[in-house]
């Protein structure tokens, strides 16, 4: 268990916001459902913190990237906070997306020189 | 988001997280956990609760709020915990803000405060200059008044005014006597005043025969016609003649001077005013002037200057004179002389908030040392250092809140306490009344709040969070005592507070021996007994001179009649309170035109004058009755005047002419004692003496009666009332007994004394307690060092050298560091206070051993527990 722990890859600063909206987009969702849906994903890769998890949906609460709202869950008869994507966030997702795409080619580029090259 | 949703904000992210904490405890459940071990399992997937909720908080950007209010809380509970620190902390700095609060109240009365009138700052006082004297408030004559007026062009309208003028009020059952100015007509436009009743005075009504008419104060209006709104046009005797009320001022107008008027007449310049020679006059004691727009007070001056120039040249009564132009604010306040005082007084309360916050950094350090294991702890769960130095911050903060509002809370009876002190003298009062908590002087205290609150919290702060926290938590009580540098620190604290003390109780001690000095010293004549009688002679019924001399000689006779009274005798100033001087030529001497005209104060008195006061004749002979208008007229002189103006020849027999509106040379007949003109003079002034039986003593409007008696003032003064009416029944008579007004004479030094005494011992005090603190606290940290030490086998007596042995080099540094900025004190007051005599040492040395003493007492007492410490309980002490 500590060993795969170790393996599982700590979430880069600033990537969590990014991968919120972009769950987002397949529609609203509360806390649980995002970080078991990025877990699953993943393949339980990126272990969800929920220590970051819950800051980081008020900070994008705070920005406007998303709006929360008390709703029943339709499987369940209890009331979730469900997160929702809001047009700011989509501009925002966008951006993110390009940002980190920038990022990663920037970082293959000096990683496998070679192989871009051939 | 905002602070006040915080509580809603967090309530909902509660819910949400047990929502879905729940949910997963459920998930959990339907993977086949058992319902207990599904909670547990739930609840190490999620984690800390409590942190991410603390995340959470600072992710909605209110963090700093948060920990401020947490802080705050924190910081409350602290001091509430801790009464008795809390009391002493808050209770140091409220004395230090409420006495800086009270005398910033006299500053911002007397120095900075405009006259309430539209526009202050355009409002201008223009004075003329003695350029050989270098005094640069002096009078103004009317003629150059006029010729200023007529000449400038920087202002747009200006006005003269003779300002306390004493009149009396008849037509009631008694006379009545009354202060007043007179202003030309233009006086209140230049003020921008307009009258709440009534009118101002008309442009023809200075000139004589239009002038008889009155402007009422508005307090003289409520008094004498209880807010009539008819008193206008109804007529008001003044001086014995008619005068028609043509309006009443509201209080603004009487407010913007100093001589506070409580009525108002046209001022009428005579013939002799306007005559060529009456340019030397000065008798206009204030000239009023409204910039014109745009136009600056340093550009009015340039603009006088150049006409002073021109009038110089043209007369030759004008040479050497200049004009000084300030606005009516700076005018005032340096009418009323009391800058340096002020300055002194806000130094010496300075300083005593100094020593306020020493005591309060000491005892916070002493406490940060004390908190040190739970700082520790703080530091050890993850606090940063700035978080530490913030939460102590904080309690400093609230320190000061508090001590700030008690101090304030406690200015407000400081201000009344202060303006009953003023009490002493009729300008006193006027000044008290002014004293009040202004906008300036709020924003004073605030700012010395805050500023104590930096000073006496930062340095403990910052100190206290440098406890390394592995040392303290595995090491407890035992070496966490003295680091050397928070000791340093406190022993620099107590030599500093030391030394203030020894400054401010040597400059109460220098004070105290000028007063004792001025009460002690004789000032050339016997006040025991003496009474002095006021009569006003300035109506027309004494007009001409005979009738002068006749009321006096006859009021003289009926007071000398009454068998109460030994001896009476007119004096036309009367010392103690009354300052006048006049120039004078010798003759055969030529006036030398570079220097300034000889002057000497001048009295004009009765032939038993120096018998009643008592003052010796050293050569020659006194008046006599032949000395009258028949006989050649004579001088006497006092021996200051002899000394200062014939050092090298007799002044018997010499001819001198006095500016006293005779023009007749006077023969000096005798020299008598010196006296001084006000109490504890340190140089006697030169005076000469005429008789009022030859001089028409045309300059006073008042002239007085010295009247010696074994009787008490309240048993004399209806006999001494009664003789005058019989003669004058619209007379208003004033009785003053000498030591009276040798008291309203001391009233400022005798204030000042007060206060200085107060801020000394404040600071004694102050300073004892804080050594006392720091002292008990060095104890308290030692107590395991003291218990060793008496387990090696110390005796009682050794460590009570010990701990007095420390103090005792602290109280040394400390009183050699205060003697030396106090040994310039007696210079420092005797150069800054008039009239202040430069004194010896021994209010240093008598401050120094004061504060010594007291320091010695703090130190001792402390000392004393030290030295019955139980051994074994020492040791024991963690």
């Known amino acids: 268990m500590p060993k795969q722990a170790q393996q599982r890859a700590n979430l880069l600063l600033g990537t969590l916001d990014m991968l919120i909206l972009r769950t987002l987009v397949w529609g609203p969702a509360h806390g649980h459902q995002i970080g078991k849906h990025i877990q699953r994903t993943t393949n339980d890769f990126l272990q969800m913190q929920h220590g970051s998890l819950y800051p980081a949906l008020h900070r994008l609460e705070t920005q406007g990237w998303v709006i929360a709202k008390w709703e029943k869950a339709p499987d369940r008869n209890r009331e979730f906070k469900y997160y929702r994507l809001t047009e700011k966030g989509k501009k925002q997702l966008l951006l993110e997306e390009s940002q980190w795409k920038q990022m990663t080619d920037a970082v293959a580029r000096v990683m496998w020189p070679v192989a871009e090259e051939s | ?878």
């Open chain 2, 1 to 878: 988001m905002r602070w006040w949703q915080i509580r809603k904000r967090d309530a909902d992210l509660e819910r949400e997280l047990r929502s879905d904490l729940e949910l997963e405890a459920e998930e959990q459940r339907e993977n086949g956990l058992a319902p207990e071990e599904a909670h547990f399992a739930a609840q190490r997937a999620f984690g800390n609760t409590v942190l991410i909720r603390e995340h959470t908080h600072e992710a909605w950007g209110l963090a700093p709020f948060e920990r401020l209010w947490q802080d705050v809380r924190y910081g409350l509970r602290q001091l509430v915990r801790n009464p008795g620190f809390t009391a002493v902390a808050v209770m140091t700095l409220a004395l230090g803000v409420a006495i800086n609060t009270s005398i910033f109240s006299a500053v911002s009365a007397f120095l900075l405060r405009k006259p309430p009138v539209k526009d202050p700052d355009t409002l201008c006082a223009i004075s003329s200059k003695n350029l050989l004297r270098g005094f640069d408030l002096v009078g103004v004559s009317a003629l150059d008044f006029e010729s200023w007026e007529r000449q400038n062009k920087v202002f747009q309208n200006m006005a003269a005014a003779e300002r306390g003028s004493s009149f009396t009020i008849t037509g009631k059952t008694e006379p009545e006597s009354v202060h007043g100015d007179l202003v030309t007509p233009g006086y209140f436009a230049v003020l921008g005043v307009t009258p709440g009743i009534g009118r101002t005075f008309l442009p023809d009504e200075d000139r004589a025969g239009n002038n008889h008419v009155v402007i009422l104060s508005s307090a003289l209006w409520q008094e004498r016609y209880a807010s009539d709104p008819n008193a206008s046009g109804k007529d008001l005797e003044i001086n014995g003649a008619a005068y028609r009320i043509v309006g009443v001022m509201p209080s603004i107008a009487e407010t913007t001077t100093i001589s506070r008027p409580e009525l108002w007449v046209p001022l009428v310049f005579s013939t002799e005013d306007l005559a060529p020679s009456a340019r030397s006059n000065h008798f206009i004691d204030l000239v009023l002037g409204r910039l014109k727009t745009g136009v600056t007070v340093k550009q009015a001056q340039t603009e006088m200057d150049s006409i002073a120039r021109r009038l110089e040249q043209s007369y030759p009564t004008n040479k050497d004179w200049g004009v000084t132009v300030l606005t009516l604010q700076k005018f005032n306040s340096r009418s009323l002389n009391v800058r340096n005082a002020m300055m002194l007084l806000m130094i010496a309360v300075g300083l005593v908030l100094l020593i306020a916050c020493t005591n309060v950094a000491g005892l916070l350090l002493s406490r940060g040392a004390c908190r040190a294991h739970e700082l520790a702890v703080r530091s050890a769960l993850g606090a940063s250092r700035t978080r530490i130095v913030r939460q102590m911050l904080t309690e400093s903060l609230l320190i000061g809140i508090a001590g700030g509002g008690v101090g304030l809370l406690l200015s407000f009876l400081g201000v009344r306490l202060l303006r009953s002190g003023f009490d002493f003298n009729e300008l006193g009062k006027q000044m008290g009344a002014g004293l009040r908590i202004d906008l300036p002087t709020l924003l004073f205290t605030l700012s010395i709040i805050l500023l104590t609150t930096i000073v006496f919290g930062l340095v403990p702060a910052i100190r206290s969070s440098k406890v390394p926290p592995s040392g303290t938590l595995s090491q407890t009580g035992r070496t966490s005592s003295t680091g050397v540098a928070s000791s340093r620190i406190r022993r620099v604290l107590v030599t500093g507070e030391v030394a203030l003390a020894v400054i401010l109780l040597t400059a109460a001690c220098v004070d105290i021996r000028e007063v004792t000095r001025e009460l002690r010293e004789p000032n050339g004549f016997n006040p025991q007994g003496l009474l002095s009688v006021n009569l006003d002679v300035s109506g027309p019924r004494y007009k001409q001179l005979d009738a002068r001399i006749a009321l006096f000689e006859q009021v003289t006779q009926k007071i000398r009649d009454i068998a109460e009274v030994e001896d009476a005798a007119p004096d036309s100033c009367i010392p103690m309170g009354c300052f006048y001087s006049t120039n004078f030529t010798v003759a055969g001497r030529d006036p030398q035109p570079s220097s300034a005209p000889l002057s000497s104060d001048f009295s004009v008195v009765g032939p038993e004058y120096f018998r009643t006061m008592q003052i010796p004749i050293m050569r020659g002979r006194g008046f006599s009755t032949t000395d009258n208008a028949r006989g050649s007229v004579v001088a006497i002189v006092n021996q200051e005047f002899a000394r200062r103006f014939f050092s090298n020849e007799d002044v018997i027999g010499k001819q001198i002419e006095v500016d006293d509106g005779n023009h007749k040379w006077a023969q000096v007949v005798g020299i008598v004692g010196n006296v001084n003109s006000s109490v504890g003079q340190v140089h006697s002034p030169p005076r000469v003496y005429e008789s009022y039986l030859q001089v028409p003593v045309n300059g006073f409007t008042t002239m007085g009666l010295v009247v010696r008696s074994r009787v008490p003032r309240a048993a004399l003064a209806p006999l001494l009332r009664q003789a005058v009416w019989s003669l004058d029944d619209s007379q208003p008579v004033g009785i003053r007994t000498m030591q009276d007004l040798m008291n309203e004479n001391l009233g400022g030094d005798k204030l000042l004394v007060g206060l200085m005494s107060l801020f000394g011992c404040l600071a004694l005090g102050l300073a004892g307690l804080g050594i006392y603190g720091i002292v008990s606290y060095s104890i308290t940290q030692r107590t395991c060092e003291i218990g060793i030490r008496f387990a090696l086998g110390a005796k009682k007596r050794d460590i009570l050298r010990l701990v007095l042995r420390e103090g005792g080099m602290l109280i040394g540094i400390g009183c050699a560091i205060g003697i030396v900025p106090s040994l310039l004190l007696p210079r420092a007051f005797s150069g800054l206070l008039n009239g202040f005599a430069l004194q010896g040492l021994q209010a240093v040395f008598a401050a120094a051993v004061m504060v010594a003493v007291a320091s010695w007492v703090a130190t001792y007492i402390p000392a004393r527990r030290a030295m019955k410490l139980d051994p074994m309980r020492a040791l024991r002490t963690e």
